[in-house]
């Protein structure tokens, strides 16, 4: 039905991108480990990441092979303009015109890339929503496209539908009623299949078609998809696009759309054998709209591969041995099949589609709710657009879910496969949206850490294995990454408030501390002496701040959980051992400005790197071998100031964990990471690793300088790159020390580059696309607002870092989420959903720390006013 514009609510805009800026967006639009489509700048659609595997070619119409989903509009004429028919898209940007003849002859090469399109274009980003904005004088309609996916904070299971919805709302600016028809055209590259044998397509009535292939359906090609419109009954179904070779799909498809009529087909013809040409549906909607009026049409892309058979991290099977010979041969195991969250609660994409249509509404209304929530927030927008946008990774490939409801992810995905298996603990640490914005997949991630991928001597393998099982342990743990875990499960317990889960799983936590303590501080110091493996892919050998702090962070959450527990005497042995640690970093790796590192390896347990040397003495060394020598092990850093040096005491600070580390040093450290390791620009910046993260004029904080001197003639790997997972970890650490201006340049810096220009802003890459890394940047929130709560002891603080009052702001909890508005006499807590209970209300305004005793509860529905 039209609607009138003024029923139409204005939306709020995040980050507008125009001109060059529309080249790199490709936003993701899916289910949490459902897998993507993203939505271009221009508002078509893109890199079709829906088979549980990254597909991420971002060529104009998916593969090149014509066959993606694309949009067209034909007007009438009216007294001011010819009958027109355009693609419902901006103009393609010259960077994305490729020769599509390197691509293949015959139907590869084919595609709407080259239709007419609308001369003016624009996206506003405010993730999980993008909207375009298009418009031509040749047109007498305007159009936006509002693409979206359910991302609703504690709703796991309708945030991992597989599903993208393109809202297309056509208006009439002009004097005159418009005659027009819009179609939606989507091929068969969704279902993994472009040619006409091998597919299949049936009408769904009033809605649009289920596709499907007809790969056997225990195969992992086996699919479905659906093209449907929500709420508007289509006037034309063409089930399958004409038959034909070379060009002649598209051809007719276009004749028929030029003219503004499809001709309607139920795709039952199907089953006559090797059909040629490429395969595919279109679904038509005609009116009239008058002047002023609007219409929305709601296109939903729905899928479903319910059979995945990769295998990443799994212990090897044992030999079978033949008992007449003795012979032992390695057994290759059989391909197993497991299955996506999905498919355990939608039998197909005709199903999932069925939710989306039952429930539009209100999937839509939470939503939008979010989105607004979010960007509705006082806080500066560069530091909202870094939040928000990088929530994309969890829609993104990088993330899969199992039928059980478990996680597990890749560091980030390369064009065509996943990057880095086996959600790295020590890359994941960085990660804080998800344990706040859905607690409950958070710690199916503790207990693949603690429980599956630990051995009874806590020895962890930092990746594990899919699908859920146990893993190898031949390799070394990662001491960060095994470490964070303990602060992690700390965190994850005061946001939940779960003691059940918590005494469930202490044993298994305080098994891996101990290990890590009889491992790496076999002497009891406090810090981590031992070589220790971490995030730069190297083993740190003797104490450093990066590695140190984190253990100090997690022998102090220990301590807490277990005082909490009754066991007092655990508790005081942690604590004491956290103190001593604290100590021996302010008298041996506090240099005066930071805290840097103390490089050993002739005193330690761990003789390798000794017995290497020891077998080199006396002969011709190579040049390598005299620097070892001279310098100890590689890949270490030494005096430098590295950009991770007090990453422990970040993490405690976000988790509210009580730690004995020297707050002062703490924040000399991060005030000399700042002095010394941000570059607002990096002309002259020598970058002989990975230069794609930041380059020339740019601005970025690497990830290590040495401003005194002895630089290591080899130092460890990534050390002139630039992260914005690090980043934004040390701009959050600066902010939560006061340093907000220091902070915001970071951030200002980090999405600069992220222009749409040089970079998709959606895809913060590292070892990978949608690098895991910068889910950091939720930090910010935190940060920024002050806000924190422990449902353990129901205690809410709200601390505003930056603006005016009033100030307001997003959160969420494990039991509801809303805003907070805080006024100069009043707060005011309005729940979207749940409910959240407050015992204690801490106010900062101005330094000051307010604390009230409320003993109440806010309610969806119900604000919660206190006055002041």
């Not at 409910?835 to 005793?853: A, F, M, N, Y």
Request: hydrophobic share 35%; with cysteine.
């Amino acid at each position: 039905m039209a609607t009138n514009p003024q029923d139409q609510p204005n939306p709020p805009i995040g980050r507008r991108f125009q001109g060059a800026g529309l080249l790199q967006i490709a936003m993701p639009m899916g289910g949490i480990g459902a897998g993507s489509v993203s939505l271009n700048g221009h508002g078509g659609i893109q890199d079709l990441a829906i088979h549980h595997r990254p597909s991420l070619t971002a060529f104009p119409d998916g593969h090149g092979s014509g066959t993606s989903g694309f949009a067209t509009l034909h007007t009438k004429a009216t007294s001011k303009t010819p009958v027109m028919t355009k693609l419902v898209e901006g103009p393609l940007p010259r960077g994305k015109i490729y020769d599509q003849g390197l691509q293949g002859m015959g139907y590869r090469n084919v595609g709407h890339a080259g239709l007419p399109r609308f001369s003016e274009c624009c996206f506003d980003a405010s993730y999980p929503v993008g909207v375009v904005h298009l418009s031509d004088r040749a047109v007498p309609l305007g159009v936006t496209v509002q693409g979206w996916s359910p991302l609703i904070p504690l709703d796991d299971h309708h945030s991992s539908m597989p599903c993208a919805i393109l809202e297309y709302e056509l208006h009439n600016p002009g004097p005159e009623a418009v005659e027009y028809s819009f179609c939606y055209h989507l091929g068969h590259q969704a279902v993994g299949k472009t040619r006409w044998a091998g597919t299949r397509n049936k009408v769904i009535h009033g809605r649009g078609v289920l596709m499907s292939n007809k790969d056997p359906q225990d195969d992992p090609a086996y699919g479905t998809c659906s093209l449907t419109c929500v709420g508007q009954p289509p006037s034309v179904i063409k089930a399958m696009w004409f038959r034909g070779q070379w060009f002649d799909w598209i051809m007719a498809l276009w004749r028929e759309t030029s003219q503004g009529q499809l001709s309607a087909n139920d795709g039952l013809a199907d089953d006559e054998p090797n059909q040629p040409g490429v395969n595919g549906a279109s679904i038509q909607m005609s009116g009239t709209l008058a002047p002023g009026q609007r219409i929305s049409y709601p296109i939903a892309l729905t899928w479903h591969f319910p059979n995945i058979d990769q295998h990443y991290g799994e212990p090897k099977p044992a030999p079978a041995c033949d008992p007449a010979t003795g012979c032992c041969e390695a057994q290759t195991p059989s391909p197993k099949i497991w299955h996506p969250y999905y498919a355990a609660h939608w039998s197909g994409a005709g199903a999932v589609a069925n939710t989306v249509h039952e429930k539009f509404t209100e999937l839509r209304r939470k939503t939008f709710a979010f989105r607004d929530a979010l960007f509705q927030s006082t806080l500066p927008l560069e530091a909202i657009d870094a939040i928000a946008s990088n929530l994309a990774i969890l829609k993104s490939p990088t993330v899969l879910r199992q039928e059980n409801g478990n996680l597990w992810a890749w560091e980030g995905c390369m064009a065509q496969q996943g990057c880095c298996h086996g959600t790295c603990t020590h890359v994941w640490n960085y990660a804080q949206a998800l344990p706040h914005l859905f607690p409950a997949l958070e710690r199916t991630l503790r207990e693949q850490e603690l429980i599956r991928s630990m051995d009874e001597s806590g020895h962890a393998n930092f990746r594990a294995a899919l699908p859920d099982g146990p893993t190898p342990h031949d390799h070394h743990p990662a001491a960060d990454g095994q470490l964070g875990g303990v602060m992690k499960v700390y965190r994850d317990w005061q946001i939940t408030g779960d003691d059940r889960w918590l005494r469930s799983i202490y044993p298994r936590v305080k098994k891996s501390l101990d290990y890590c303590i009889d491992r790496w501080d076999p002497d009891r110091l406090g810090v981590l002496i031992e070589p220790h493996h971490n995030t730069y892919d190297v083993e740190f050998w003797g104490p450093d701040g990066m590695c140190s702090t984190v253990y100090i962070g997690a022998l102090s959450a220990m301590a807490k959980m277990a005082s909490h527990l009754g066991e007092e005497s655990a508790a005081a042995n942690y604590r004491s051992l956290a103190q001593r640690g604290a100590a021996y970093l302010d008298k041996h790796l506090f240099n005066g400005q930071y805290y840097q590192q103390s490089v050993m390896w002739e005193t330690l347990k761990d003789s390798s790197f000794r017995d290497d040397l020891a077998k080199q003495a006396g002969g011709n060394l190579t040049e390598r071998q005299q620097v070892l020598g001279r310098e100890g092990p590689p890949y270490q850093y030494g005096t430098g100031c590295l950009s991770d040096g007090v990453i422990g005491a970040w993490m405690a600070d976000l988790y509210g964990i009580d730690h004995p580390m020297n707050t002062g040093h703490v924040q000399q450290s991060l005030d000399a990471i700042f002095g010394s390791n941000f570059k607002p620009d990096l002309w002259d910046h020598a970058c002989l690793q990975r230069a794609g993260y930041a380059n020339g004029h740019e601005p970025g904080l690497l990830t290590c300088t040495w401003p005194r001197g002895e630089r290591p003639m080899i130092p460890f790997p990534y050390s002139e790159e630039v992260f914005t997972g690090i980043e934004y970890q040390v701009a959050s650490h600066l902010m939560l020390h006061g340093r907000v201006e220091h902070g915001m340049q970071l951030v200002c810096g980090a999405r600069s580059r992220y222009d749409g220009i040089t970079r998709n802003p959606f895809n913060e890459y590292e070892c990978g696309n949608y690098y895991a890394r910068a889910l950091s940047s939720y930090a910010l929130l935190q940060a920024l607002t002050g806000f924190t709560y422990s449902a353990v002891s129901r205690r809410m603080a709200i601390a505003p870092q930056i603006g005016s009052l009033p100030f307001k702001t997003f959160f969420c909890t494990a039991k509801g989420y809303g805003t907070i508005t805080l006024s100069h006499d009043l707060v005011k807590i309005e729940l979207i959903a749940g409910e959240l209970p407050i015992d204690t209300l801490v106010i900062g305004k101005g330094g000051e720390h307010k604390s009230l005793t409320l003993e109440r509860v806010a309610r969806t529905g119900q604000p919660l006013v206190v006055r002041l």
